[in-house]
């Protein structure tokens, strides 16, 4: 625990526990011990277009590194980076330092560029990133919004538009409309594209055609981005262009702006009484107040949603733009890409948390409807512009703008203005009934529809 004091970032200090995954993606580390997989692969690729045999012990040195790679290496690859002042050279030195046959260390790295093995490196570990935690992560928590909003479909509650007191709806179908809105971002997440390039200097295979002219360096190109796992660009520059990336995170940036949104309202709900957190018998919420609990974990996700929204918001407009053929201004910040889905990652594990620490008040919902039945108005001008009575909505606002009015008080207000018995009937069955119309159906209709 001692040694995570003295982290600079909160996600590998304080929020440790929550963004432990992280590193397998996106730490240093992680990125070496990918590009070393791409060059082997891609060594091995070369081999055998252009039919150079592999002695046996080098080619087991190559098939070791494809399964395994050690801190141990990773540390050696980072001394030749300090002397050469370049990362792909010292991975390309590493690599050769392993073999013996000197033919072969000649065509490590055969006709490419950096952004060959770095797009196919991040793409790697992004699809791996999303595949594997992100969108699970995302899944949990639509999950749990789904059976709260299943538990609750037919608790009614005041809303609030405008933070005023207006037309009832039920706590289950607004938890419901978070949930359906996540499963929509969730669906797009599933089918986000993961590109890769692998076509030289600028992006015309010109090292690799001038030396070997009689290979289609293009379709076979294709191919090795293909086997990696991701979709081969069509054409690019020295860098692969973003766009994918950007759309990528864009759609995590707007899941962030929801899950956001749903810690704001949860957060409202907690002021108003509707619900609260539990808080575990040893747990503090407050310093100097003993009755405090404060829903901090909602507080906590909106803070970290925020961290990456901004970085995210700037992430996928800069990686849409690179000067001329290319510049450098991109790798810095692909390296804060852990960064960014990490505080997101934490956002969304905080509302989880907090989420299962929720206790519903039904009470409280109940009583703040019966204090507020003007919002019942509403149902009567509706039912006197059916009955073709005239002017109803003018003649209502005079009776109920700025009061706060008793159902007594509507139903002698429908009496006055002529509602017909029928009229009434319908009235008190709309006051008994919360005046809620069909958020219950809404509410299992929708969770009926997430998988």
Not at 261 to 281: H, M, N, P, T
Request: proline content about 3%; glycine content about 6%.
């Amino acid at each position: 625990m001692s040694k995570y004091l003295l982290n600079s970032s909160p996600i590998d200090g304080r929020y440790r526990e929550e963004a432990t995954q992280l590193s397998q993606y996106f730490s240093e580390f992680a990125l070496l011990r990918e590009r070393v997989f791409v060059e082997a692969e891609f060594l091995l690729f070369v081999c055998k277009l252009l039919h150079i045999s592999i002695n046996r012990a080098d080619k087991q040195v190559l098939i070791q590194l494809r399964r395994a790679f050690t801190l141990e290496e990773a540390e050696k690859i980072k001394v030749k980076e300090a002397k050469s002042g370049h990362d792909i050279i010292a991975v390309e030195q590493f690599l050769g330092d392993k073999l013996s046959d000197s033919r072969l260390k000649e065509l490590i790295h055969f006709g490419l560029t950096s952004e060959d093995i770095n797009s196919i490196a991040y793409g790697r570990l992004l699809k791996r990133f999303f595949t594997t935690v992100y969108i699970p992560s995302l899944r949990l928590l639509i999950n749990e919004l789904k059976a709260l909003c299943e538990t609750h479909a037919s608790v009614p509650m005041l809303s609030h538009t405008h933070g005023q007191p207006a037309t009832p709806t039920t706590l289950g179908k607004e938890i419901a409309v978070y949930a359906w809105r996540l499963s929509n971002r969730l669906l797009k997440l599933e089918g986000a594209t993961f590109s890769g390039k692998l076509n030289g200097a600028v992006g015309n295979y010109n090292a690799m055609y001038a030396a070997a002219p009689e290979i289609d360096w293009q379709n076979m190109c294709h191919k090795f981005v293909a086997k990696m796992g991701l979709k081969p660009a069509v054409i690019s520059t020295q860098i692969l262009p973003h766009d994918d990336y950007s759309d990528l995170l864009y759609l995590v940036h707007s899941t962030n702006d929801i899950v956001e949104s749903l810690d704001r309202d949860i957060w409202f709900y907690c002021a108003l009484g509707y619900i609260s957190v539990e808080y575990l018998q040893d747990e503090v919420g407050s310093s100097a107040m003993p009755h405090k609990q404060n829903p901090r974990d909602f507080e906590t996700s909106e803070g970290n949603l925020n961290v990456s929204s901004a970085l995210l918001g700037m992430m996928q407009s800069k990686l849409l733009s690179s000067r001329m053929q290319r510049d450098l201004s991109d790798s810095t910040v692909k390296r804060n890409y852990g960064v960014a889905l990490g505080h997101a990652l934490i956002g969304y594990k905080k509302t989880i948390s907090g989420l299962r620490k929720l206790r519903i008040h039904p009470d409280v919902m109940k009583n703040d409807l019966d204090n507020h039945s003007e919002i019942y108005a509403e149902a009567l001008q509706t039912l006197l512009r059916y009955e073709g009575k005239g002017d109803a909505f003018r003649r209502i606002v005079a009776n109920t703008r700025g009061r706060i009015l008793t159902s007594g008080d509507i139903l002698d207000l429908g009496r006055r203005m002529g509602l017909s018995d029928r009229g009434m009937e319908k009235l008190k069955l709309a006051i008994s009934s919360r005046y809620v119309g069909i958020a219950p159906r809404l509410t299992q209709q929708v969770a009926s529809l997430i998988e």
